[in-house]
């Protein structure tokens, strides 16, 4: 059954476009303003700002592009839709920001060569103050939209832009020393630990979205989807193991194994599973699909049926402890080995 076509997500698009949008004129009206710093002071640090929100502006068109393609519907050759274009945007704009580090660290390092001048610092600091304002302000409706929306590619702009806010009240430190002490050096010291902040950042990046496009397992995922399975059970849904969840975007796929009474038909299976997975859907926060294959219980465990009035019960029901998630990620052969099967019961339905 699929609840949630990948084709007809619950939302609309509009919420991460207009997000994505509000991203590339921001970013660039902070470089224009960071660029007039820079000219203005001739500091590298200021000059690793500016940089930076070059990175920025790229980025932002690049996500742009990525949530336009995302929403495309599922077709033949892609079955569970384009999300997962958004990691690929998450790991460009990652590489992006480690590539900026090393352009920064580079600048600073000629300047400390040649020696570094700084001028009109006061200026230099107001500037960057307000455009480092703008890049909270920025960040935080990124990731507040990104998380809302599931989305990994605002996000990780968010990420970015709040990385960018950090560089610019660093540059900002930099420059006040400088006002303070009369020590130039002081500036590309500061370039080069921003440097080394942005470089971690963009190396986080890369790793999340790595994550997403090897299908790593989502640890809160699967929590959120067993207490759904709990809430949402019928007694004669006696178990649930052998489960995983793909996110591809917004769209999530699940597929597990769900242990029903043996005598249940083919129909009657069928149709409390399909209503069982629509509750599951409802209950929680998951857009997209559950694939559920039913196994018959082969009278081996009884004693956590708790459908009483069974005509073929070996033994009486005891106890049913709460599933968890170690239990539903258990393989077929580990799950039954636990209960003390040795191998999975014969999966014919009896007809009746």
Same mark, same amino acid.
């Given at each position: 059954m699929q609840a949630s076509d990948a084709s007809e997500p619950r939302r609309g698009p509009g919420p991460r476009v207009r997000a994505a949008i509000l991203s590339l004129v921001v970013a660039l009206v902070l470089l224009g303003g960071k660029y007039v710093a820079y000219l203005v002071t001739g500091s590298a640090a200021v000059l690793s700002d500016a940089l930076e929100s070059i990175i920025n502006v790229v980025a932002a068109v690049f996500v742009l592009a990525s949530i336009v393609s995302a929403v495309k519907p599922a077709d033949r050759e892609h079955p569970y839709g384009h999300g997962k274009i958004e990691y690929f945007s998450a790991a460009f704009e990652g590489g992006l920001i480690a590539f900026a580090a090393l352009v920064i660290a580079w600048y600073a390092v000629v300047d400390l060569v040649r020696g570094p001048e700084v001028r009109a610092a006061e200026l230099g600091m107001l500037i960057t103050f307000v455009c480092g304002l703008g890049n909270a302000a920025l960040g935080w409706h990124l990731l507040t939209v990104g998380r809302r929306e599931r989305s990994l590619s605002l996000v990780a702009d968010g990420r970015h832009v709040l990385a960018d806010f950090w560089t610019s009240a660093g540059v900002i430190v930099g420059l006040l020393l400088v006002r303070v002490t009369g020590l130039?050096?002081?500036? /590309?010291?500061?370039?080069? @630990?921003?440097?080394?902040?942005?470089?971690?950042?963009?190396?986080?990046?890369?790793?999340?979205?790595?994550?997403?496009?090897? =299908?790593?397992? =989502?640890? /809160?995922?699967?929590?959120? @989807?067993?207490?759904?399975? &709990?809430?949402?059970?019928?007694?004669?849904?006696? %178990?649930? *193991?052998?489960?995983?969840?793909? #996110?591809?975007?917004?769209?999530? $796929?699940?597929?597990? $194994? @769900?242990?029903? /009474? !043996?005598?249940?038909?083919?129909? *009657?299976? $069928?149709?409390?599973?399909?209503?069982? !997975?629509? %509750?599951?859907?409802?209950?929680?926060?998951? !857009?997209?699909?559950?694939?559920? *294959?039913?196994?018959?219980?082969?009278?081996?465990?009884?004693?956590?049926? &708790?459908?009483?009035?069974?005509?073929?019960?070996?033994?009486?029901?005891?106890? #049913?402890?709460?599933?968890?998630?170690?239990?539903?990620?258990?393989? =077929?052969? +580990?799950?039954? +080995? %636990?209960?003390?099967?040795?191998? /999975?019961? =014969?999966?014919?339905?009896?007809?009746?």
């Amino acid at each position: 059954m699929q609840a949630s076509d990948a084709s007809e997500p619950r939302r609309g698009p509009g919420p991460r476009v207009r997000a994505a949008i509000l991203s590339l004129v921001v970013a660039l009206v902070l470089l224009g303003g960071k660029y007039v710093a820079y000219l203005v002071t001739g500091s590298a640090a200021v000059l690793s700002d500016a940089l930076e929100s070059i990175i920025n502006v790229v980025a932002a068109v690049f996500v742009l592009a990525s949530i336009v393609s995302a929403v495309k519907p599922a077709d033949r050759e892609h079955p569970y839709g384009h999300g997962k274009i958004e990691y690929f945007s998450a790991a460009f704009e990652g590489g992006l920001i480690a590539f900026a580090a090393l352009v920064i660290a580079w600048y600073a390092v000629v300047d400390l060569v040649r020696g570094p001048e700084v001028r009109a610092a006061e200026l230099g600091m107001l500037i960057t103050f307000v455009c480092g304002l703008g890049n909270a302000a920025l960040g935080w409706h990124l990731l507040t939209v990104g998380r809302r929306e599931r989305s990994l590619s605002l996000v990780a702009d968010g990420r970015h832009v709040l990385a960018d806010f950090w560089t610019s009240a660093g540059v900002i430190v930099g420059l006040l020393l400088v006002r303070v002490t009369g020590l130039a050096w002081f500036d /590309p010291i500061t370039a080069l @630990l921003v440097a080394v902040n942005l470089a971690v950042a963009g190396g986080r990046l890369v790793r999340q979205a790595a994550g997403g496009l090897l =299908d790593e397992e =989502d640890a /809160p995922l699967l929590g959120e @989807l067993v207490q759904a399975f &709990e809430l949402a059970r019928d007694p004669g849904l006696i %178990r649930v *193991h052998s489960l995983r969840a793909i #996110r591809a975007g917004r769209f999530t $796929h699940v597929d597990a $194994h @769900l242990i029903v /009474p !043996e005598y249940w038909t083919v129909e *009657h299976s $069928h149709r409390v599973v399909d209503a069982f !997975e629509e %509750r599951v859907l409802d209950s929680c926060s998951v !857009e997209g699909e559950i694939a559920f *294959h039913t196994d018959p219980c082969g009278r081996a465990l009884c004693g956590l049926c &708790e459908v009483l009035d069974c005509p073929v019960r070996q033994a009486p029901f005891t106890d #049913r402890p709460p599933l968890t998630v170690e239990e539903a990620r258990l393989s =077929d052969a +580990k799950f039954w +080995k %636990r209960y003390g099967v040795t191998a /999975p019961p =014969d999966r014919s339905f009896a007809a009746s």
